[in-house]
Structure formats: C-alpha cells, structure tokens
C-alpha cells in the first residue's frame, strides 16, 4: 500500500499539492476513482477516493479515518549532535523514523565539528521515510540546540533523561542503557542525548548531573554517532514493542 502525505487533510483540505500529486498520477498511474491511502503526519491515515486525477492538484474525498496508524506506546526525543558528514546524519534520521521516534534535535556542544545545521532536505527525508515504514505520525526535527540550553530544559513530569557518555565520572553512577530501561518499567516518555566525534565535555556533563540526567553507556565498542543514535533508538523501541 503506497501512502501519501498531506499535512492539511485534518483541517479539510482535500487536493494533494504537486509533489504528492505528481507522484500519484504521473509515476503510480492512479485514476479517478481510484482509493489511496494518505496520512496526516499527526498519526492519522485517511482511505480516501480520487475524483480528479490532476498530476498538478489531485483532488480526493475522504471515506474513513484511522487513528494511531502504525504508532509506539512511547514517546522518544533523540537529541544528537550531527557530525562534519551530514550524510551521516540524514541515515540516521531516516533509519531512527522507520524504527520509532518522535522528535529529533540536532545538538551543538564545546567539542561539536559542525556548527551550522539546515534541516530541509532532512525533513524529506523523514517525510519519506515515515510513509515508506507505514507510520501515521512524522517525527518532528527541531532547529540546531546547544547543549547547554538542552539540558536545562524541563521536560513532562516522569520524563527519563539518558546521556551518552563514553569516560566514567567519579562519584557518579553510569549504567548501560538496558539496564536504565529495565528500571523504569512503567515509564513511556524518553530522551537521550548523543554527542558529537569528540563526545561531551566536562563542564556539560557536570551541568548534565546537576539536572537529574542519568549517564549511560551503550556498551563497550566505539561507536560513531550515528550508530550510537540508533542503537539507543532501537534499545528503546525493543524495550517497549
């Protein structure tokens, strides 16, 4: 089942916009009175019937609603610093959207290699991949964060707070991630943070404990950013699936 994408169809609108129509008419060959499937990016998917195939303004109506398609009984931010090859990145964007997350924010710390963020093509990129994994609801990618303003940040009451950090801290416990997860059974809401090449430092680990955040460890091998992102997305999505 191919799924289309319309961001406006839960306030009415009812005509797919170029891209989406291009694809329907031109590429897939659809019809008028053909049924598509279209999702709303909020988690909804509508079954819905052509009855004007314009590759430019493909109109629709709709003919049932289906709430909570293709949704996770959690709710995950993956906070991440991207690395100097934004490709990177992008992969893991794509692969975190198929596995289960919900919002995304590029981090910039002191030991961050890249400075500059611009989320465009990204944002399709998450787009695709949540029609090509069947999920209602489009994770949220929010504009480049430093750091320290993340950590301070407050969060829905019962939140887990996880930071990736690859030394020990003395006087501090750092547990595997498994283990953080297994000791909050009843918890749904998550966030982890994963810094950049050069990891966190210091003075932000130190502000990191001083706002509740619980180091964690994603176990012994090294790995780059991006895997370490969706190692910890998945340890999530495998602990409450």
Same mark, same amino acid.
């Given at each position: 089942m191919e799924l289309f994408y319309s961001r406006e169809i839960a306030a009415g609108e009812r005509v797919l916009d170029r891209q989406e129509s291009g694809h329907c008419i031109k590429v897939l060959r659809h019809r008028e009175?053909?049924?598509i499937h279209i999702v709303d990016g909020c988690g909804c998917l509508y079954r819905c019937r052509i009855t004007k195939a314009d590759p430019n303004a493909t109109v629709f109506e709709v003919e049932e609603t289906i709430?909570?398609?293709? +949704?996770?009984?959690?709710? @995950?931010?993956?906070?991440? +610093?991207?690395?100097?090859?934004?490709?990177?990145? =992008? !992969?893991?964007c794509e692969k975190a959207t198929e596995t289960g997350v919900d919002v995304i924010v590029p981090i910039v710390g002191d030991y961050s290699e890249r400075k500059v963020f611009k989320g465009d093509r990204c944002e399709r990129i998450i787009i695709?991949? /949540?029609k090509q994994s069947h999920k209602g609801a489009i994770p949220s990618l929010a504009a480049l964060t430093p750091v320290r303003e993340f950590l301070m940040r407050d969060f829905a009451p019962g939140t887990q707070k996880y930071i990736c950090y690859c030394s020990d801290v003395e006087g501090a416990q750092k547990i595997h991630i $498994? =283990? /953080?997860? #297994? /000791? +909050?059974?009843?918890?749904r809401d998550? %966030? %982890?943070?994963?810094?950049?090449?050069?990891?966190?430092?210091?003075?932000?680990?130190?502000? #990191?404990? /001083?706002?509740? !955040?619980? @180091?964690i460890s994603l176990g012994d091998s090294?790995?780059?950013?991006?895997?370490? #992102? @969706?190692? +910890?997305?998945? #340890? %999530?999505?495998?602990? $409450? %699936?």
């Amino acid at each position: 089942m191919e799924l289309f994408y319309s961001r406006e169809i839960a306030a009415g609108e009812r005509v797919l916009d170029r891209q989406e129509s291009g694809h329907c008419i031109k590429v897939l060959r659809h019809r008028e009175g053909d049924t598509i499937h279209i999702v709303d990016g909020c988690g909804c998917l509508y079954r819905c019937r052509i009855t004007k195939a314009d590759p430019n303004a493909t109109v629709f109506e709709v003919e049932e609603t289906i709430e909570g398609y293709g +949704a996770h009984p959690y709710h @995950l931010t993956m906070a991440v +610093a991207p690395p100097k090859n934004i490709d990177r990145f =992008e !992969w893991f964007c794509e692969k975190a959207t198929e596995t289960g997350v919900d919002v995304i924010v590029p981090i910039v710390g002191d030991y961050s290699e890249r400075k500059v963020f611009k989320g465009d093509r990204c944002e399709r990129i998450i787009i695709s991949a /949540a029609k090509q994994s069947h999920k209602g609801a489009i994770p949220s990618l929010a504009a480049l964060t430093p750091v320290r303003e993340f950590l301070m940040r407050d969060f829905a009451p019962g939140t887990q707070k996880y930071i990736c950090y690859c030394s020990d801290v003395e006087g501090a416990q750092k547990i595997h991630i $498994r =283990e /953080a997860l #297994a /000791a +909050a059974p009843d918890s749904r809401d998550f %966030v %982890v943070m994963i810094g950049p090449e050069g990891d966190f430092s210091r003075d932000e680990i130190s502000l #990191a404990l /001083a706002h509740g !955040w619980q @180091l964690i460890s994603l176990g012994d091998s090294r790995l780059r950013i991006e895997t370490a #992102a @969706l190692t +910890a997305t998945s #340890a %999530v999505y495998l602990s $409450r %699936v």
